[in-house]
């Protein structure tokens, strides 16, 4: 008899937490309880020192923002500034930034899970120990509703910098002397247990500007799938036994900009077209156009394509608008669910729009669950970015144990944030625009 794996893949998730399901009102088979909807918190103007992040890198870009932390999302990053070298005052970039879903759909469409909003990804965060966290501090989070409140205090917020290696690296026009600099990011990130998934969320913020997010999944292939439901799942262990189901994992973003301090902000996209030579010419030329994004929008990724998001306030030094250009990192798009059918969306902030399926928040009659009807057609003048990133996770004999992290994420990027790089070395400072050789 085949055992529905709805109550046998998170199998781990309920030994782990059976005292806190039963403490919710969940029976075993139900698996863990979902937590009832409620008002979003909204974002503090500041926050206490408990609660703040600053950073000064060795390069001397500083990162300030606040955190909290959600009963379902996790960890909340808010009132996010970027303040490089030459800068006076610190320049906003996000008013919020978090995880917004994980889509987690089974080849064989036995089950398909909500890590957020339906199997209690943000009540499995993790103690970490300081081999972890390494040349960093670990944060104790209070994780709000606990199911089981006698641990609801978590040491699981890392906060630490590390070397990426060269943020530039050029040859004097003279020859005789090499401008280079190793780069400094600031890493903030946590680990949350789902089932047999424990999942890294981190961000990573980098000395130019450049803010990584990411989300590792590693920990164990559930052993109760070894039955490969799908008719194509990959053989593991001895021969041709043990056949691990395929499955997937869709990654939401959601960020709220706040560039220069304002919600105001426009959206852009960029496409450039190749054409053949011309008579005449030594290379085909490309053309680059600019489509306004005037409204909400489901965007999807294409080749010479991409966003940004320009402040309606400020400028560089230049007196160029001030943007952050998104930047899709490697991808599986899922097919199966309208909300997983595209890459990007756009939407007007509505406070109540807080997951990109599933949504736990009570918007009112009619209004849609899912980030895809979330698009109906309103001006965009307060935009909220919604990123997807697909995996499809064909297990592997390497897969096994422990899993090693699998990646996926995306970057947003400062264009035209400040008037030069924003390490540039003292020596070149007047090298901006046109230069005349020496």
Known sequence: MRVNRNSRARSRAAVGLSTLALAAGATTAAGPAVAQPRSAPAPAADCSAAYKIEQKLATGTTWRMCWSYESEAGLVLSNISYQPPGETAPIKVLSTAKLAQIDVPYDDGSVEYSDLTGAGFGQGLVDMVPAECPGGSIKTVKVPEAWDPAHANVKGLCTTTRSRGHAYRMEADTGNKVFQKQGKDLLIYTVNKVGWYEYITEWRFQDDGTINMNVGATGSLSPFDYDAGDGRGWPLGKGAKDYATSHSHNVFWRLNFGLDGSSKAKVEQYDSVVSPPAQGQQAPSNKTTVTKVGKELAGDAKNMRWWRLVSNSGKNKDNH????????????????????????????????????????????????????????????????????????????????????????????????VTAMNPLTPPELANQNGHVEPR
């Open 321 to 416: 608008a001030r943007s952050y250009e998104i930047v899709p990192g490697a991808t599986t798009k899922y097919l199966g669910r309208a909300f997983t059918k595209h890459d990007v969306y756009f939407t007007e902030y509505n406070k109540c729009e807080q997951f990109a399926s599933d949504n736990l928040r009570n918007c009112g009659a009619g209004h849609g669950k899912s980030v895809d009807k979330y698009v109906d057609g309103q001006t965009l003048t307060h935009p909220v970015v919604w990123v997807n990133v697909g995996f499809h996770h064909i297990a592997r004999d390497e897969d096994q144990q422990p899993m090693p992290v699998h990646w996926q994420g995306f970057s947003i990027a400062p264009r035209d």
